[in-house]
């Protein structure tokens, strides 16, 4: 496993709403470079930046027009370059946002990939045999391009899939995983990887990385064949180039070769309770850590410890406070729950991700679409630095900023957090600044759950000398957990230590060591 991922805590940057350093009302590199100080204070030592390559914007980049080239929205892949230099000058690594699945439809590739005459770029991407011919539900558009047949989707509309192969191909159009196509696709990909990796990036975040290979297996071992064959002529040059997946099944990732995956918030699984889990109930939120909403925490250690036991020693699973897809947490949770609420995500093994402006607890936004954003808009709005113009993000007019600032009176910025000692900002440093010093809470230090139970607080684990119990509750919270140690860090009013039990104190958030 790749020994800088070790003590890894990422910071989610969307470079359009971080820093914009030219008043034309988008972030930009330079804004990003003139912020590394902050960041590294902040306790992140890496660096995750959404998609920043040349597009046409309909999916916020996510429609890749060059793999090449970075949008000019941002600056110049000489910015770019400048901004790896400098952050590696203070320690911190730098993931670029992949796009493998799909590119957009103003792509060269797909431009040569319409014509009729048949061409090097023909089958880069999936092509029916008949205007009428779609494949097992996957979505199509025909009647757009000079060829006969329809081309096969990943996304939206503007995102044809490129062709990675069928598993089990059963039309003439469908190609095998190792046809000469399909692997000119993969080399392609290879291509694109190893240039960022020349000039200075440390690796990717994959985009939808499941799905390349279609009618894929349960397991996706098509897709999985895939990826070994490009790490393996990756990683023989850059062996420390990390690569964490958008797969949302870490075993799976795990099989594929990626040294991380997300652990997402998705309808119905353990981690969608944990913070957002309005989308499970018609009526209610039921959020573990929402302090009346009697939440059941059980789901997600369950589901944590079985994709734990599977995965360790093979890749790491990656905690997020939020992303660019996900409503931020102040929608439903107050600056006290969310405290206790990224207090715990950064104290779990794996390798943990801090969406930017979560750490000064940013609302969510209700905004109209922007740029293929639709619900994901209103996470996606400008950090906000100070009380001034713009909240600090830029000195443009407010027409011309790429989103909204929040309106409200009392929007957080980071100069107010700064200058109240018990703000969610100066938590999110101390209890950072206390996983970097202790070993035994970084990604691969042990884990055991000590108290678990359905409906119930607290919620107790350990992770090597330390025992860190959480009671999001409004009652004190008692657990069958005899505990020999001193208190090391504490959230609201911490516990009473029993000869037989642990009785943690509503709200409240402690370690202690052994």
Known sequence: MIGWLKDAVFYEIYPQSFRDTNADGIGDFNGITEKLDYIKELGCNAIWINPCFDSPFHDAGYDVRDYKKVAPRYGTNEDLYRLFYRAHEKGI????????GHTSEEHPW????????????????????HCFRGCDGIPYIGGEAERAGTYLLNFFKCQPALNYGFLHPEEPWQKGIDDPDCIATRDAMVDVIRFWLEHGCDGFRVDMAASLVKKDDPDKSGTAHVWKYIFDRVRRDYPEAAFVAEWSNPPQAADA????????????????????????HKDEDHSFFKKNAKGDVTSFVE?????????????YI????????????KE?????????????????????????????????EHLRTKEGGYFRTGSRTPMQWTAGKNLGFSEGCADSLYLPVDPSDDAP???????????????????????HEHEDLQADGEYEVLYAEKEKAPFVYRRGKFVIAVNPSLETAVAPVKVQGTEVFRIGKGAQVDA??????????VIYEL
Not at 94 to 99: H, R
Not at 111 to 129: G, L
Not at 338 to 353: D, E, H, L, R
């Open 93 to 100: 690594h730098i993931l670029l946002d992949l796009v493998p």
């Open 257 to 280: 070769g990626f040294d991380m995956d997300f652990y997402l918030n998705e309808k119905g699984n353990g981690y969608s309770t944990l913070l957002r889990d309005y989308g499970n």
């Open 332 to 364: 439903t949770l107050d600056d006290e729950e969310i405290k206790i609420a990224y207090a715990t995500i950064f104290t779990m093994p794996g390798v943990p991700f801090l969406y930017y402006g979560d750490e000064i607890g940013m609302r969510y």
């Open 318 to 329: 990656s905690l997020l406070t939020c992303n660019h897809d996900t409503i931020r947490a």
């Open 413 to 435: 910025t980071v100069e107010s957090q700064e200058q109240d000692e018990n703000s969610l900002l100066h938590m999110v440093r101390r209890i950072l600044a206390f996983r």
């Open 500 to 509: 037989d039990c642990l009785k943690v104190a509503p709200q409240s958030f």
């Open 110 to 129: 797909f431009k040569e990939s319409q014509k009729v005459e048949k061409n090097e770029f023909s089958d880069r991407y999936i092509w029916t045999d």
């Open 303 to 315: 589901e944590f410890q079985k994709y734990y036991d599977k995965t360790k020693g093979r890749t």
